[in-house]
């Protein structure tokens, strides 16, 4: 069996596991990272793409409130290129508490986060498409992330340092001897072949998954309930500004403008299995009624699609254990088990926000130095990700800028997110990927408002003229991008999206007949 | 300011339904108007007229496979027009082809037998009548294909289509021709100016044919010329001294385009009247008669009187159909009523892409000669009609042309039985 030795493996290739990564590699730890599927498509890439400014816990949850606020700058100047600057907006509306605001308001000063009060009718100039019933409004340094583009940068950048970085390897045992856990094997999701990784120390960066990698380190309690949202994104962007209520946070109550599209967001149901992605109708109908409550005619804007996320809600379940609950639940909890349960060489970290990514990146690599006795210095709040050294942001007109200047140098492969030939053809190659739904993360392919109706041919057709994929590939390809697509769709169709969706079915249904591929 | 206009018939919908309804009301005598927001669906189909594809598993011969096809399926239009009704209307729609503006174009075959051609990533479709210019891709044949792909269209993948026609055991290889077209990208339709030129054909043979092997056939994509395709296919195939096939792909549909031009000449040669870009307002009613449509049209408003109306404005994918956001379905011009809808706290659609999509059926409640209920004098043709789910089924052209051809003579012979009595 092949095997890798690292200092350090990471277990878990979301935002915090790629933070991890990128922070150990900083310090010039060797470093593994394994993820069983594609970077980021756990919980941070299931989410509404907010920067938190800290606001929506202002009130409910003071220490993660401070946390956001500081990281939030952070997080503006070192991944600059993948944070849109909407600034946010809470506004209370006729169905919000109107003592609420007031609360708000004191939350915000004694947690740090800038927080200005305007006139409603200012806010309302500025999102002319807000319920004009809102009675006060505050400015808040809310953002939009795109959470690919952040977590392959740190991949990256943490690979430019020697990481190696393993999307589709899934943890199928840790390796325990004593006291020890001296790292884990993996598979292969794609050719099932299977690898032991040995390192001095692994953390588990698996989110909601953590207590199933810990059960597999034969450590017990380590509970994390997984608190399933949904979120629906818009055709368009119906607010340029990321909108909040301002209430104490509960469902449908806030909308994130990133990239072409408006995302609503969410819901928080209790639920066992953190791979559960049912999608009630129920709770789609109601979060489309919210919608309404923020922007009157929301419902009359196309719904592209649902989809749902797990948060992960940790809870220390071990008896006598040495971490208060009450503390943890609502920010993130960084487990050293030697502390713990008396194994050395792992941690868990968990719980958490996408904005408070690179700190709990950082606390857990400080615990991680600590136990191998080379305390080195944190470097990350410092140092740009790969193209934010200019600290300038992302802007939602950089991709028609860049092709207003290219116009007639390229082919438009994907016309709602405006994505060239060269740049898919230059993505496969990097990434060394065939995988359709690889590719639409990494380039925001088939996102946008025809949900791959004429793109997602093209792609297949140039994965298979590239030689990059054989025709049985390619037909898979494209009949389980197809009915992917679908299951977010179905649930919200309904107006000018199901005339979309019914073309689309023409087009690969009938035009293309791929259901009768061979 | 309203004008107002008589009519005997007015035909909502420019698709191959309501074309080919109008037509035939203005062979048989009746003025006709249609009115359309814009062009229909023949500008994204294939251009062939599926009648039959799938049951679900593949038909071969769709004039057998009918009787027992709406005996299973006794809402489908198919099963309330009955099945003899489908040839005498691809027997009309192939003379007016063939009769149209585009010399010598023609289309083959009948519900006998389903010509299988190869899609554009090359899954054998079945389709009753096609273009002769896709004949020749038939799958029956075992002569080899040549696909050929330009780097210009990116609506065509010839790799990938030549893949999967080996997977149907067929020799097959991709070739692709650098043509050029003064820009990085076309489509299908800016291609298929291209090829009715014959300067632009003859440079495109002299990069091709030092490309082709002996006893190849020339697979390409659906862009052989719009004025003239019969020409332009012709003139390749002469030149390159084989058989040469069209493959359909994304829209826009030259193949399709090509349809609509001949039908709108049919209707215009019969004495009827087209108006584009009429956005339907509302309608005048006497009873349970429409007597009068009231449409936009560039700057004003028009009645138009008729003693008929044919409704053509297709399903949910035309907007004949829509499904508000309270998940109240209607139909969009006289809020006919619907067929098909499941019920309050029933699913619309499942999560299973290629299952059963409860919403796929919905269409307006019609009687046997197509009359929609509620009303004396509206009939109803095409995709708007309930119980097919022509994507899956390949039946829509089928539907829109024996639809549009029966409610036309349902009018006709109710018009006829009003002028004896």
């Known amino acids: 069996m092949e095997k890798l030795s690292a200092d350090v493996l990471v277990i878990g290739g979301g935002a915090t596991g790629a933070g991890v990564a990128w922070d150990a590699a900083l310090r010039g730890l060797d470093v593994v990272l394994v993820e069983r599927g594609d970077l980021a498509t756990g919980t941070s890439g299931r989410f509404h793409g907010l920067l938190h400014s800290g606001g929506r816990y202002a009130v409910k949850d003071p220490s993660a409130a401070h946390e956001c606020a500081r990281e939030n700058g952070v997080v503006r100047h070192v991944a600059a290129d993948c944070v849109e600057d909407t600034g946010g907006l809470f506004v209370a509306t006729p169905f919000d508490d109107p003592a609420y605001a007031d609360r708000f308001a004191a939350g915000c000063r004694k947690t740090?986060?800038?927080?200005?009060?305007?006139?409603?009718?200012?806010?309302?100039?500025?999102?002319?498409?807000?319920?004009?019933?809102?009675?006060?409004?505050?400015?808040?340094?809310?953002?939009?992330?795109?959470?690919?583009?952040?977590?392959?940068?740190?991949?990256?950048?943490?690979?430019?340092?020697?990481?190696?970085?393993?999307?589709?390897?899934?943890?199928?045992?840790?390796?325990?001897?004593?006291?020890?856990?001296?790292?884990?094997?993996?598979?292969?999701?794609?050719?099932?072949?299977?690898?032991?990784?040995?390192?001095?120390?692994?953390?588990?960066?698996?989110?909601?998954?953590?207590?199933?990698?810990a059960a597999m380190a034969g450590i017990e309690g380590v509970h994390v309930k997984p608190g399933r949202g949904i979120m629906i994104a818009m055709s368009h962007r119906l607010v340029n500004t990321v909108i909040n209520r301002c209430q104490l946070p509960t469902d449908g109550d806030i909308i994130v403008p990133i990239e072409t599209v408006c995302v609503i967001g969410t819901t928080d149901v209790g639920t066992d299995d953190p791979d559960d992605h049912t999608i009630i109708q129920a709770e789609v109908d109601a979060m489309l009624e919210d919608g309404e409550r923020l922007v009157p005619g929301f419902k009359q804007a196309r719904a592209l699609r649902v989809w749902t996320g797990v948060r992960p809600l940790f809870e220390d379940r071990k008896e006598n254990g040495a971490t208060d609950t009450r503390d943890v639940t609502r920010a993130h909890a960084l487990l050293d088990h030697r502390e713990r349960d008396g194994v050395t060489g792992f941690f868990t970290i968990t719980g958490g926000k996408l904005t408070t990514y690179r700190l709990m990146a950082e606390e857990t690599v400080d615990a991680v130095c600590l136990q191998l006795?080379?305390?080195?210095?944190?470097?990350?709040?410092?140092?740009?990700?790969?193209g934010s050294e200019d600290g300038e942001y992302h802007r939602v007109g950089d991709r028609l800028g860049r092709r207003e200047q290219r116009l007639l140098d390229d082919q438009l492969i994907c016309e709602c997110e405006l994505i060239p030939r060269k740049?898919?053809?230059?993505?496969?190659?990097?990434?060394?990927?065939?995988?359709?739904?690889?590719l639409r993360r990494l380039l925001r392919l088939g996102m946008g408002p025809c949900q791959g109706g004429f793109c997602i041919y093209r792609v297949a057709g140039i994965l298979h003229g590239l030689d990059g994929i054989d025709t049985p590939d390619a037909n898979a390809g494209l009949i389980d991008y197809v009915r992917e697509r679908w299951k977010g769709v179905w649930p919200v169709l309904y107006g000018d999206q199901l005339r979309q969706a019914r073309l689309d079915e023409w087009i690969y249904q009938g035009v293309l007949d791929v259901e009768h591929l061979q | 300011m309203t004008s107002s206009l008589h009519y005997d018939a007015v035909v909502v919908g420019v698709g191959v339904a309501g074309l080919t309804a109008a037509i035939r009301l203005a062979e048989g005598g009746a003025r006709v108007c249609v009115l359309a927001k814009g062009v229909g669906s023949t500008h994204l189909a294939p251009g062939t007229v599926d009648v039959l594809?799938?049951?679900?598993?593949?038909?071969?011969?769709?004039?057998?496979?009918?009787?027992?096809?709406?005996?299973?399926?006794p809402d489908h239009p198919y099963a309330l027009i009955g099945p003899d009704a489908i040839a005498p209307a691809l027997d009309r729609f192939a003379a007016h082809i063939e009769r149209g503006p585009q010399p010598g174009y023609r289309y083959t075959g009948g519900l006998d037998r389903n010509h299988l051609l190869p899609t554009a990533v090359g899954a054998i479709r079945p389709s009753a009548l096609v273009p002769e210019t896709m004949a020749a891709g038939d799958a029956r044949s075992s002569v080899p294909v040549c696909v050929v792909g330009m780097r210009v269209l990116r609506d065509f993948h010839a790799s990938l289509c030549a893949g999967n026609i080996r997977r149907a055991g067929i020799p097959a290889r991709a070739?692709?021709?650098?043509?050029?077209?003064?820009?990085?990208?076309?489509?299908?339709?800016?291609?298929?100016?291209?090829?009715?030129?014959?300067?632009?054909?003859?440079?495109?043979?002299?990069?091709?044919?030092?490309?082709?092997?002996?006893?190849?056939?020339?697979?390409?994509?659906?862009?052989?010329?719009?004025?003239?395709?019969?020409?332009?296919?012709?003139?390749?195939?002469?030149?390159?001294g084989r058989a040469v096939f069209e493959v359909p792909t994304l829209p826009p549909s030259a193949p399709g385009m090509r349809v609509y031009n001949a039908l709108v000449a049919a209707l215009r040669a019969a004495g009827g009247r087209l108006v584009l870009g009429a956005e339907v307002l509302d309608v005048e009613r006497e009873g349970d008669r429409v007597t009068g449509v009231?449409?936009?049209?560039?700057?004003?408003?028009?009645?138009?009187?008729?003693g008929?109306?044919?409704?053509?404005?297709?399903?949910?994918?035309?907007?004949?159909i829509e499904l508000g956001s309270d998940w109240a379905a209607s139909e969009t011009i006289l809020g006919l009523s619907l067929q098909g809808m499941p019920r309050p706290g029933e699913a619309r659609f499942t999560a299973d892409y290629f299952g059963h999509q409860p919403m796929a059926g919905v269409g307006v409640a019609v009687d046997s000669s197509l009359r929609a209920r509620e009303t004396e004098n509206v009939y109803v043709a095409g995709a708007a009609l309930p119980g097919a789910v022509p994507w899956r089924e390949g039946s829509g052209q089928g539907i829109a042309l024996a639809t549009g051809h029966f409610a036309a003579q349902a009018v006709l012979e109710r018009e006829g039985a009003a002028a004896t009595a």
């Open chain 1, 112 to 213: 740090g986060v800038p927080c200005e009060e305007i006139e409603p009718a200012r806010a309302l100039r500025e999102e002319p498409r807000l319920n004009p019933g809102i009675s006060r409004a505050f400015r808040v340094p809310d953002g939009s992330i795109e959470v690919w583009k952040l977590v392959w940068a740190l991949a990256r950048g943490a690979q430019d340092r020697g990481a190696r970085v393993l999307p589709y390897h899934e943890v199928v045992a840790v390796h325990r001897g004593g006291d020890q856990v001296h790292g884990a094997r993996v598979r292969n999701a794609r050719t099932g072949q299977e690898l032991d990784v040995e390192a001095a120390v692994t953390v588990s960066a698996s989110g909601a998954w953590a207590g199933q990698i």
């Open chain 1, 373 to 386: 006795g080379d305390a080195r210095p944190c470097t990350t709040s410092a140092e740009p990700l790969a």
């Open chain 1, 423 to 438: 740049r898919i053809e230059e993505t496969i190659r990097w990434r060394g990927t065939t995988d359709l739904d690889d």
């Open chain 2, 53 to 73: 594809g799938y049951r679900p598993e593949r038909v071969e011969h769709p004039a057998a496979a009918l009787p027992e096809f709406v005996g299973a399926h």
């Open chain 2, 175 to 240: 070739v692709e021709v650098e043509i050029d077209v003064g820009r990085v990208e076309a489509n299908s339709l800016g291609l298929a100016r291209r090829f009715d030129d014959e300067s632009f054909r003859a440079a495109f043979v002299g990069r091709l044919a030092l490309l082709l092997r002996p006893g190849e056939r020339v697979a390409l994509p659906a862009v052989l010329g719009l004025r003239d395709p019969h020409g332009a296919w012709s003139d390749l195939q002469r030149r390159l």
């Open chain 2, 294 to 306: 009231r449409a936009h049209t560039s700057g004003h408003d028009t009645i138009y009187h008729a």
């Open chain 2, 308 to 320: 008929w109306i044919v409704l053509a404005t297709g399903g949910f994918a035309s907007g004949g």
